[in-house]
């Protein structure tokens, strides 16, 4: 039995700080608007950014600027068409440049193609997008969007996607809308799939995030500790 521990604090200054013990779950790519700070107190992890991997232990601090994609590690999520077919297309690709006859295999910028792609999600992430839809507003075949958008941006337009949904979650549980609500207003197909995903991102449950943001003690700083029993 191990205990997990999560400290969240938000103060008048409209700054979140984290303090996650014990705290076993891997955080799939994703990205923030915002910058980060990190500071490792104890232990190590396998941290991804920008493609290049870096093992981070005690004493360590990081830094990410607003955009940047990082992960601790691969998620186990579950996976919708979007995503199959993404995956899908990324070992074909796999297959042909290791496998199939030489050709030229270098990757495409494609950056005004991938800035539109990032901008239809954007405007249209609370509907049901298929990787079609992005691919033709781009003007770019699968493969290419897939390969280009990747090196581009650092996560898959799938990842990408389900980013933009958390954050603009995280802007309504900060409103006080609730769980249900802010899972249909950001395009999760149930509050189950929406969960799943925001504790993955965020590390808390909908619900508690919502909670700091609703509860003040005398000092004017919103907080609150968060404890649980796990077993390794």
Same mark, same amino acid.
């Given at each position: 039995?191990?205990?997990?521990?999560?400290?969240?604090?938000?103060? /008048?200054?409209?700054?979140?700080?984290?303090?996650?013990?014990?705290?076993?779950?891997?955080?799939?790519?994703?990205?923030?608007?915002?910058?980060?700070?990190?500071?490792?107190?104890?232990?190590?992890?396998?941290? #991804?950014?920008?493609?290049?991997?870096?093992?981070?232990?005690?004493?360590?601090?990081?830094?990410?600027?607003?955009?940047? #994609?990082?992960?601790?590690?691969?998620?186990?999520?579950?996976?919708? /068409?979007?995503?199959?077919?993404?995956?899908?297309?990324?070992?074909?690709?796999?297959? @042909?440049?290791?496998?199939?006859?030489?050709?030229?295999?270098?990757?495409?910028?494609?950056?005004? /193609?991938?800035?539109?792609?990032?901008?239809?999600?954007?405007?249209?992430?609370?509907?049901?997008?298929?990787?079609?839809?992005?691919?033709?507003?781009?003007?770019?075949?699968?493969?290419?969007?897939?390969?280009?958008?990747?090196?581009?941006?650092?996560?898959?337009?799938?990842?990408?996607?389900?980013?933009?949904?958390?954050?603009?979650?995280?802007?309504?549980?900060?409103? #006080?809308?609730?769980?249900?609500?802010?899972? @249909?207003?950001?395009?999760?197909?149930?509050? #189950?799939?929406?969960?799943?995903?925001?504790?993955?991102?965020?590390?808390?449950?909908?619900?508690?995030?919502?909670?700091?943001?609703? /509860?003040?003690?005398?000092?004017?700083?919103?907080?609150?500790?968060?404890?649980?029993?796990?077993?390794?």
């Amino acid at each position: 039995m191990k205990k997990e521990i999560r400290t969240v604090v938000y103060d /008048e200054l409209r700054m979140e700080a984290y303090r996650f013990e014990g705290i076993v779950q891997p955080f799939p790519s994703h990205f923030h608007e915002h910058y980060v700070i990190g500071f490792v107190e104890k232990g190590e992890r396998v941290l #991804s950014c920008r493609d290049r991997k870096y093992a981070i232990e005690e004493g360590n601090i990081v830094l990410f600027n607003p955009g940047d #994609s990082h992960a601790c590690a691969q998620s186990d999520e579950g996976t919708g /068409e979007f995503k199959k077919e993404e995956t899908l297309l990324f070992l074909l690709s796999y297959l @042909i440049q290791n496998y199939g006859k030489p050709f030229k295999s270098c990757i495409p910028e494609c950056r005004q /193609e991938i800035e539109k792609a990032c901008a239809y999600m954007t405007e249209h992430f609370t509907e049901r997008i298929c990787l079609d839809q992005i691919c033709r507003h781009a003007g770019l075949s699968k493969s290419t969007l897939l390969r280009a958008f990747t090196k581009e941006k650092g996560v898959t337009p799938y990842r990408y996607l389900e980013t933009v949904r958390i954050n603009e979650a995280k802007r309504l549980l900060s409103e #006080s809308v609730p769980p249900m609500e802010a899972a @249909i207003r950001t395009g999760f197909s149930d509050q #189950s799939h929406f969960t799943n995903y925001f504790n993955q991102f965020i590390g808390l449950a909908p619900g508690t995030y919502r909670e700091i943001f609703s /509860e003040k003690e005398g000092d004017g700083v919103q907080h609150r500790v968060f404890s649980k029993l796990i077993v390794k």
